[in-house]
T-cell receptor, first 115, second 108 residues
Framework: EPEVTQTPSHQVTQMGQEVILRCVPISNHLYFYWYRQILGQKVEFLVSFYNNEISEKSEIFDDQFSVERPDGSNFTLKIRSTKLEDSAMYFC?????????????FGPGTRLTVL | KNEVEQSPQNLTAQEGEFITINCSYSVGISALHWLQQHPGGGIVSLFM???GKKKHGRLIATINIQEKHSSLHITASHPRDSAVYIC??????????FGTGTSLTVIP
């Protein structure tokens, strides 16, 4: 069964450093999402991406964040200058076909720890 | 403000019991999702609903669009059902809102 993969599984970084989280979505999916979950809190929507541009973004997704699909397969989330409060689990997801309303497939997540 | 409210927050059941988890939402939606999050953190989609009812094995999900309410039922619960169950809604603007989750523990 096809699956969404994410790398790395765990990233530790110093405050102020840039991090890039990577996702490989299922190959024929068209919509892509990034979510985050701070430890002990609910999952939060960050951004949706369609047709190589941002479709929607939340208030959390400020100028420190950016997303790209650099090579048609990888989907990346970049945090330019990490803060302590960026420590969270970051999930990439995509719906099963060319509609955001379809069942979402989630990656296993990247745990980001900012020291 | 919470666009999605779930109840209960925590639920402990004996193996075999019938379980209901409720979700209410306040935004206009295009679809509602029930998700399962295991202790290791991984998230799995259980259902996507835009109307009516869906059944998959021992799991049943219903939605009432007029009342902005959905329920997830588990029949004949089993310890392996122990997980956090999350309700999430997608709106027509392609944003998603998540509930805080219901932590279910099924005791043998």
């Amino acid at each position: 069964e096809p699956e969404v993969t994410q790398t790395p599984s765990h990233q530790v970084t110093q405050m102020g450093q840039e991090v890039i989280l990577r996702c490989v979505p299922i190959s024929n999916h068209l919509y892509f999402y990034w979510y985050r979950q701070i430890l002990g809190q609910k999952v939060e929507f960050l951004v949706s991406f369609y047709n190589n541009e941002i479709s929607e973004k939340s208030e959390i997704f400020d100028d420190q964040f950016s997303v790209e699909r650099p090579d048609g397969s990888n989907f990346t989330l970049k945090i330019r200058s990490t803060k302590l409060e960026d420590s969270a689990m970051y999930f990439c997801a995509s719906p099963s076909w060319a509609s955001p309303d379809n069942e979402q497939f989630f990656g296993p997540g990247t745990r980001l720890t900012v020291l | 403000k919470n666009e999605v409210e779930q109840s209960p927050q925590n639920l402990t059941a004996q193996e075999g019991e019938f379980i209901t988890i409720n979700c209410s939402y306040s935004v206009g939606i295009s679809a509602l999702h029930w998700l399962q999050q295991h202790p290791g953190g991984g998230i799995v989609s259980l259902f996507m609903l835009s109307s009516g009812k869906k059944k998959h094995g021992r799991l049943i999900a219903t939605i009432n669009i007029q009342e902005k309410h959905s329920s997830l039922h588990i029949t004949a619960s089993h310890p392996r059902d122990s997980a956090v169950y999350i309700c999430a809604v997608g709106n027509t603007g392609n944003q998603f809102y998540f509930g805080t989750g219901t932590s279910l523990t099924v005791i043998p």
